[in-house]
């Protein structure tokens, strides 16, 4: 079993900022590439940023000069730092991972049970 599960949203104004968390934790063997996704009410889930096992960071658009994505492997979490953040940003905030439970097993993904990120203006 593989678990990861979310933490950090909550309420903030504008220009403020959060920091999410996600831990996977259960029969891991290796992450490979993780990432963060979000979904606003009526809109479709989005990725907003992943970063591969080497620490290679990939952001969206809306991401980009705002938000921060990092991990710590030897923790199996991942990070985002939310910065300057609007009301648009207001979501839920899933995290993903790509994770194998043995050295022969294929690469799974898992998913996180989300996080409320709200912005008020």
């Known amino acids: 079993q593989v678990q990861l599960v979310e933490s950090g949203g909550g309420l903030v104004q504008a220009g403020g900022s959060l920091r999410l968390s996600c831990v996977a934790s259960g029969n891991i063997f290796t992450i490979r590439d993780m990432g963060w996704h979000r979904q606003a009410p009526g809109k479709e889930r989005e990725l907003v940023a992943s970063i591969s096992d080497i620490n290679r960071p990939n952001y969206a658009n809306s991401a980009k000069g705002r938000f921060t994505i990092s991990r710590d492997n030897a923790k199996n979490t991942m990070y985002l730092e939310l910065d300057s953040l609007k009301p648009d940003d207001t979501a839920v905030y899933y995290c993903?991972?790509?994770?194998?439970?043995?050295?022969?097993?294929?690469?799974?993904?898992?998913w996180g049970q989300g996080t409320q990120v709200t912005v008020s203006s």
């Open positions: 993903n991972a790509q994770i194998l439970t043995s050295a022969w097993s294929w690469p799974n993904d898992y």
